[in-house]
C-alpha cells in the first residue's frame, strides 16, 4: 500500500515539545479533571441533522463546568499547564463524526468550499474523514453549512472540543486510563490502517457522548490561535482569538501518531496555512 509524503512528528517528553520536521508544531497537555455535566451517565444524546444527508449528523450537548489543565500525575503531562475552572456558558452541537469527503465533495457540488478538492491520496472518499485541508478551507466549509441552513455553524473552540471529547470521564482516554488495542486507528493501535491511512468514519466505538472518533484517525482543527500556556484563555469555554494565530490548535492525534497524541489532553499548535493527509475537522453550530 502507497504511503504517501506527509508531516513527521516526534513525540517527547517532559519540559520538551513535540516537533514537527517540515512545518513548527508545539504540543503540551490539557486534562478535563472534573465535569459537572447533565450528560455524564446518563443516555447518550440524540442526533439530528438540518438538512438532508449532505449535512454533518449533529449531537448537542448542554452547557457544563469542568477543570482545565493537567494534574501533576497524567502521563506525558507538559508543567507548564495551569488548572483552571472552565465552564461552558451554552449548549453547542457538535458534529456526531469528522466531516467526511462525501459531506465536503457535497459542499462543492454547491457552489460552495470555494471549490477546492482536497487529494484522498487514493484511499478512497465517501465516508472517510476529509484530509488535505487547512484551517481556511474548514472555515469555509462552516460558512457554506451555514447559508444552507440558516443556522450558526464553525468551529469548535478549544475548551468545547475537550468537554466533548471526554464524554464525562477523566481518564486518559475516553474508553479508560490504558491505550489498548483496537479502540482507534494510530501507530500502533492494532488495526489495518495503524500508520498507513485513515479509516472509514465511525469504525471504532463512540465515547459516552456518541461522539466518533474523538481519538486518532485525523487530528482535527480547532478555532483557537495556539497558546503554550493558559494564562489568560477564556473562561466561559470560547474560542481564544489571540497568541500566535498563525498556527491553530489541533486536537485528537491521528492514524500516523503514536498513543500519546490520543489523550483527551494532548494538543497542539500547527501552520494554519498548511494542508496534510492526516489532518481533517469536525463542525460545532450554536443554538
Not at 506527509?6 to 490539557?30: C, F, N, Q
Not at 462525501?102 to 484522498?120: F, I, L, S, T
Not at 468514519?201 to 483557537?224: K, Q, R
Not at 490520543?262 to 499548535?269: Q, T
Request: aromatic share 10%; hydrophobic share 35%; with cysteine.
Amino acid at each position: 500500500m502507497r504511503r504517501p509524503a506527509r508531516s513527521r512528528i516526534a513525540l517527547l517528553t517532559g519540559r520538551e515539545l513535540m516537533k514537527l520536521i517540515r512545518i513548527p508544531l508545539v504540543l503540551g497537555s490539557l486534562l478535563l479533571s472534573s465535569v459537572h455535566c447533565g450528560l455524564a451517565g446518563a443516555q447518550t444524546p440524540p442526533s439530528f441533522r438540518d438538512c438532508d444527508d449532505v449535512c454533518p449528523e449533529m449531537v448537542k450537548l448542554p452547557s457544563g463546568r469542568f477543570t482545565m489543565g493537567s494534574p501533576e500525575s497524567e502521563p506525558e503531562r507538559n508543567p507548564l499547564e495551569v488548572q483552571h475552572s472552565v465552564a461552558i456558558a451554552k449548549s453547542f452541537a457538535i458534529g456526531k463524526y469528522d466531516v467526511t469527503f462525501a459531506q465536503w465533495d457535497a459542499c462543492v457540488a454547491d457552489g460552495g468550499c470555494n471549490g477546492y478538492k482536497p487529494a484522498d491520496e487514493g484511499w478512497g472518499r465517501d465516508n472517510r474523514p476529509v484530509i488535505n485541508v487547512n484551517l481556511a478551507d474548514a472555515r469555509s466549509y462552516a460558512a457554506w453549512l451555514t447559508r444552507k441552513t440558516g443556522k450558526a455553524y464553525r468551529l469548535l473552540s478549544e475548551a468545547e472540543w475537550e468537554y466533548a471529547a471526554r464524554g464525562g470521564t477523566s481518564t486518559a482516554y475516553y474508553w479508560g486510563d490504558a491505550a489498548g488495542q483496537k479502540h482507534a486507528n494510530c501507530k500502533g493501535c492494532g488495526t489495518e490502517w495503524d500508520d498507513l491511512q485513515s479509516s472509514p468514519v465511525g469504525t471504532f466505538p463512540p465515547n459516552p457522548f456518541g461522539l466518533y472518533d474523538m481519538a486518532g484517525n485525523v487530528w482535527s482543527w480547532i478555532a483557537d490561535c495556539w497558546n503554550p500556556r493558559f494564562d489568560g484563555a477564556p473562561v466561559d469555554g470560547g474560542a481564544w482569538e489571540t497568541g500566535t494565530c498563525s498556527q491553530h490548535v489541533l486536537r485528537g492525534g491521528a492514524y500516523d501518531h503514536e498513543f500519546g497524541p490520543l489523550r483527551a489532553a494532548s494538543r497542539g499548535g500547527y501552520d494554519v496555512t498548511a494542508r496534510d493527509s492526516s489532518i481533517g475537522f469536525r463542525i460545532a453550530r450554536d443554538f
